[in-house]
């Protein structure tokens, strides 16, 4: 009898269908959370645990193999464009959408039930900082303090400096060099055995959140849901369709790659859980590792794609439900906004709701408004979580391609390579 093998997708799936089976069944038991949330925790501890050494020793290998800082200034100065040029489509885009479909339109307020932001205004409040306090924050004080925080940017910026360092002193750099690579090389075999754990994370993660909310709590703003969902589609389909073709390769293609990284970015709502595979993919998909190692970790607090595309969608629909009117130099003045702030609050924890908070301040939208889409921000945040991993996977792919170091034989090769596993599971 022939043994039927299961790919992790499939695995990862039943994990998901499991997951919603149970928490349906228990809805609003806390046994629910008591038992599972453990456990979905500790799959994305597992995840946090690996994802600065990889970024690390990834980061300084790719630069040190780059070895000239002219060059790293103009890859860094293209990828800045790019993720300007991206992020202000998907706000433009958000925008638009909100416009034509009017989700807040004819809500009555009364009838939604209302979350507690106190500690999400707080953050707002006490975090909010503008563009200029981003790029100070950047230089880290203390590297080794920003390794306990699990901050990026200054982990990202001491790596760069790091690796042109080694590079710099040749021969003597080699021990160190090596050093870094055996660690990056060890840390992806830790992930692929990490991700083995992925379905039984997805199980709890998603049975704790139906069990807590249920599927009746999203009725009162299904149009909401629906409209976001709809334009997070749109945005990948066709605005990072057109970025795939003009990179020469395919939405599509990329979709297949990131199957697995997908469902557990969905299920999860968390970027960092498929940060160490999406990196690891795109170089065999054919970008070099000093791109993908620069590119894809930077894009998670500047290229959020999902974050501000939902912001945009969010403010609109919390003016529409108050009747406020918004002209068109204010909606412009939301774009400025939601460029800046969500620059300023990347790496703050619920940055997406902290950052929606910040925008509605300062363009004059009631703050308390968040309050009643708190109960569903889970729901959208699933959804925007995969937008922002398809958006930096991508990235790295269409830098490469501007570099002019795109390995199409490689992405080609790679696709193949997935085709034969497939088949054989």
């Known amino acids: 009898m022939k043994k039927i093998k299961l790919g992790l997708a499939v695995q990862i ?44 020793s990834s980061l300084v290998v ?3 193999g780059v070895g000239d800082i002219k060059k790293l200034g ?11 040029i991206i992020t202000t489509i998907a706000i433009i885009v958000g925008i638009a959408v909100a416009n034509i479909f009017h989700p807040g339109s004819g809500i009555n307020i009364h009838e939604l039930s209302k979350v507690s932001i106190k500690n999400y205004v707080n953050t707002a409040t006490t ?6 306090d981003t790029f100070v924050n950047i230089v880290p004080s203390n ?42 090389d060890a840390m992806f075999w830790v992930t692929n055995q990490v991700m083995k754990t992925a379905p039984i994370g997805v199980f709890a993660l998603i049975g704790v959140t139906i069990s807590k909310f249920g599927l009746a709590s999203l009725v009162p703003l299904i149009k909401l849901i629906l409209t976001t969902y709809g334009a997070m589609i749109f945005f990948i389909l066709v605005v990072l369709g057109i970025v795939a073709k003009i990179a020469g390769t395919s939405i599509l293609k990329m ?13 999860t709502a968390s970027s960092e859980a498929v940060l160490p595979k999406i990196m690891e993919k795109m ?8 791109i993908t190692s620069f590119v894809i970790p930077t894009g998670y607090s500047f290229n959020l794609d999902g974050s501000t595309l939902y912001q945009s969608i969010t403010a609109l629909f919390i003016a529409q439900m108050y009747g406020i009117h918004m002209s068109l130099p204010a909606q412009i003045n939301l774009v400025i906004v939601l460029l800046v702030a969500s620059k300023g609050m990347a790496g703050v924890p619920g940055a997406s709701f902290v950052v929606l908070l910040a925008t509605l301040g300062s363009v004059g939208i009631p703050m308390e408004g968040v309050a009643f889409i708190a109960g569903i921000d889970r729901i959208l945040d699933m959804a925007r979580t995969v937008v922002n991993i398809v958006g930096n996977s991508l990235a ?22 997935i085709d034969k596993m497939e088949k054989i599971a």
């Open 13 to 56: 799936v039943i994990g998901l269908v499991l997951g919603i089976a149970v928490g349906g069944i228990f809805y609003g038991n806390p046994a629910v959370e008591t038992y599972l949330e453990p456990i979905g925790q500790i799959f994305l501890n597992l995840i946090k645990m690996i994802v600065i050494p990889i970024v690390f």
């Open 62 to 64: 790719g630069v040190a």
């Open 74 to 84: 103009k890859l860094g100065g293209k990828t800045i464009l790019y993720f300007e």
């Open 127 to 132: 975090t909010h900082h503008g563009l200029a």
């Open 143 to 184: 590297f080794f303090e920003a390794l306990s925080t699990g901050n990026l940017l200054p982990i990202i910026f001491f790596s760069v400096m790091f690796g042109l360092g080694i590079a710099s002193i040749g021969e003597k750099g080699k021990p160190v060099l090596s050093v870094c690579q055996g660690i990056a």
């Open 255 to 267: 979709l297949r790659i990131l199957k697995d990284e997908i469902i557990i970015a969905y299920t």
């Open 283 to 290: 170089e065999k998909f054919g970008c070099p590792k000093a």
């Open 396 to 417: 790295a792919v269409a830098i490469s391609k501007w570099e002019g170091k795109y390995n199409h034989v490689k992405g080609q090769e790679y696709l193949e390579t």
